[in-house]
């Protein structure tokens, strides 16, 4: 089992950016890939974006690509995600989540990410 904690979360102005990290225990962190996803208030959760446990083959939702670049560090047992640009529409809690073993190849739907973190707040202002 893996735990999951997310941090960066907080209150920015429109066009500012965050920098979102999610420290995972377990050491077997590094086997897994690793996803981002958000909700906003009255919304289901969202994709956002994914990684790979090698670090490589990122891929993100269409509303975020170009403004969001996901990473991870595997000897630090951690994920972050770089928010940049960001915009009003991006205020949501943040989760991120492991991937589950088998999972279609670029997946993005909830059911197919396995333990999650307990969230972070973003608020962007207009």
């Known amino acids: 089992q893996v735990q999951l904690v997310e941090s960066g979360g907080g209150l920015v102005q429109a066009g500012g950016s965050l920098r979102l990290s999610c420290a995972a225990s377990?050491?077997?962190?590094?086997?897994?890939?690793m996803g981002w996803f958000r909700q906003a208030p009255g919304k289901e959760r969202e994709f956002v974006a994914a990684?790979?446990?090698?670090?490589?083959?990122?891929y993100y939702a269409d509303s975020v690509k170009g403004r969001f670049t996901i990473s991870r560090d595997n000897a630090k047992n951690t994920v972050y995600l770089q928010m940049n640009s960001l915009k009003p529409e991006d205020t949501a809690v943040y989760y991120c989540?492991?991937?589950?073993?088998?999972?279609?190849?670029?997946?993005?739907?909830?059911?197919?990410?396995?333990?999650w973190g307990q969230g972070t707040r973003v608020t962007v202002s207009s």
């Open positions: 989540a492991t991937r589950r073993r088998g999972a279609t190849f670029q997946a993005m739907g909830v059911s197919q990410y396995e333990y």
């Open positions: 377990g050491r077997t962190f590094s086997s897994y890939a």
């Open positions: 990684i790979n446990w090698s670090g490589s083959s990122p």
